[in-house]
Structure formats: C-alpha cells, structure tokens
C-alpha cells in the first residue's frame, strides 16, 4: 500500500500569513495527488487536483506543486474561512490512501 | 447540478448488518467510479470501496473485505453498501463519493454526500 506521510498535523497561524502543508508518499505516484478542506462539521470539498490544479470555484489564494513523492499546498493569506483540517489523497493505486490530515488554526 | 444523498444509517450490534444507500442526481452513475469513504470519529478519512464505472470492477480496502460489498442499480440511480458481520471499528461517518475526471485521466472526488453515520456498539 502506498502511505501518505502529512505534516504538519496542525498549525496555528495569523489572518494574512502564508502557511504550506507538505504530503510525502512512500513511492513514486507522478501527479495523482488530490487535496481536500474539511470544515468543522462538514463533508470534504475537493481543493486541488492533478498535483496543482485548481478545482472550480476554488479561491486564487490556494496553490497546490510537486510531483512524485512530495508534494505541497500553500494557502496565501490565511483567511478566517480557510480553518479546517487539509487532507492529502493519492488516486494513483488501489488501495486509495489519504494522509492523516493537517488541522489549520487561526492565531 | 450533482446530488448525493446517504440514508440508511444507524446503531447495530456487533455481528450485524445495515444497508447503507446513496441517491445520485445530476448525472449517471454508469458515467463515474463510485466510491464509499468513512470518517471514524475524530480520526482521519478511510477509503473503504469503489465501484468502476462499468460496474464490471470493484475493490475493497483489506479492512472490510468480505463484509461489505459495494453496489449499484443504474435504474434508480443508487449505490449501495450492504455491510455485515460489523465490528465497533466500523463506526464511523461513510461519505458517499463520485470520481472526480477530466478529460485526460481522474483524480480524487469532487462530490460528497452529507455522509451517513454508523454505530456499532453493544
């Protein structure tokens, strides 16, 4: 199986600062790497897809890079919306893994 | 605009059984993979099952393999997750989840249901 490695598993930040999440896979799964925000309460939304592209509807301040093993997302300016728990998944073999989530705080 | 809608969820004791069902609008479900994902409390998301988009494939995560058995009905535009022989790691919230596909390959999905919670407990 193909293990998805997060980290940080939360951090605390202000509103306007820049904050990345890093996702490692434990073997080569090219750009089949997906990210997802979960709100309190709420069911996951599909954030980026592809590694680095942005799914519809999806603020211009996420950006999502890598390819490989490692892998990021990087939220711009940190707004009051954005806190949640980012979860990273990789689509490249069954059985489909996720990480273990990276819960975003503001400061 | 895509809908998924769980129902079916509940308290069974251990070594039961519950359907879980998945209603799907504003596309076909022989068009997608279908997936079934759980969220045990406090804890991280779990991939449990897929479906292929023929509905010739499905896969199993090693965990419920043998107990739960992941299906479809075209017609009614329904998936389904017949689960028996539960355990109380079974708890959870199950989401359930369409493929999310361009038109050169799929990545990840981008439709969730609101999610149908399952107890098991004594």
């Known amino acids: 199986d193909i293990q998805m490695t997060q980290s940080p598993s939360s951090l605390s930040s202000s509103v306007g600062d820049r904050v990345t999440i890093t996702c490692r896979a434990s073997q080569n799964i090219s750009n089949y790497l997906s990210w997802y925000q979960q709100r309190p309460g709420e069911a996951p939304k599909l954030l980026i897809f592809a590694a680095a592209s942005l799914h519809s509807a999806v603020p211009s301040r996420f950006s999502g890079g890598g390819s490989g093993t490692d892998f990021t997302v990087t939220i711009n300016s940190l707004q009051p919306e954005d806190v949640a728990t980012y979860y990273c998944q990789q689509h490249y073999r069954n059985p489909l893994t996720f990480g273990g989530g990276t819960k975003v705080e503001i400061k | 605009e895509v809908q998924l809608v769980e129902s079916g969820g509940g308290f069974v004791q251990p070594g039961g059984s519950l359907r879980l069902s998945c209603s799907a609008s504003?596309?076909?479900?022989?068009?997608?993979?279908m997936t079934w994902v759980r969220q045990a409390p406090r804890r991280g998301l779990e991939w449990v099952a897929t479906i292929s988009s023929s509905g010739g494939a499905t896969f199993y995560a090693d965990s419920v393999k043998g107990r739960l058995t992941i299906s479809r009905d075209i017609p009614k535009s329904t998936l389904y997750l017949q689960m028996t022989s539960l355990r109380a790691e079974d708890t959870a919230m199950y989401y359930c989840v369409k493929e999310f596909c361009t038109r050169t390959s799929c990545y990840g999905f981008d439709s969730w249901g609101q999610g149908a919670q399952v107890t098991v407990s004594s």
């Open positions: 504003g596309f076909t479900l022989s068009t997608y993979a």
